[in-house]
Nanobody, 120 residues
Framework: VQLQASGGGLVQAGGSLRLSCAASGSIFSINSMAWYRQAPGNQRELVAAITSRGSTNYADSVKGRFTISRGNAKNTVYLQMNSLKPEDTAVYYC???????????????WGQGTLVTVSS
């Protein structure tokens, strides 16, 4: 199983970015997908998550500014980030909790991370 994230970059405060993540491999089912972020010197934190049924939850710091969604193929997840702030600067990681392989074992999988830099 691989998670491929993309869409990071440099943006000015107040701007927008859209992150994408696609899961591939011998996937049986995806329970949830999420975005985490880690700023220098900080622990990795949950930004937003979405379940297979479409339920979402967000960190308080991004509510009203970020939107997580699933693609039609259900193996993709997007994070639309609006009104970006310098404190949103971090490496953003895609996460998926899914069942895969011949025995449908459920595990957490991580993408490689994509850097988002918001300048003031």
């Amino acid at each position: 199983v691989q998670l491929q994230a993309s869409g990071g970059g440099l943006v000015q405060a107040g701007g927008s970015l859209r992150l994408s993540c696609a899961a591939s491999g011998s996937i049986f089912s995806i329970n949830s997908m999420a975005w985490y972020r880690q700023a220098p010197g900080n622990q990795r934190e949950l930004v937003a998550a979405i379940t297979s049924r479409g339920s979402t939850n967000y960190a308080d710091s991004v509510k009203g500014r970020f939107t997580i969604s699933r693609g039609n193929a259900k193996n993709t997840v997007y994070l639309q980030m609006n009104s970006l702030k310098p404190e949103d600067t971090a490496v953003y990681y895609c996460n998926a909790n899914l069942a895969a392989g011949a025995y449908f074992i459920t595990n957490n999988y991580w993408g490689q991370g994509t850097l988002v830099t918001v300048s003031s």
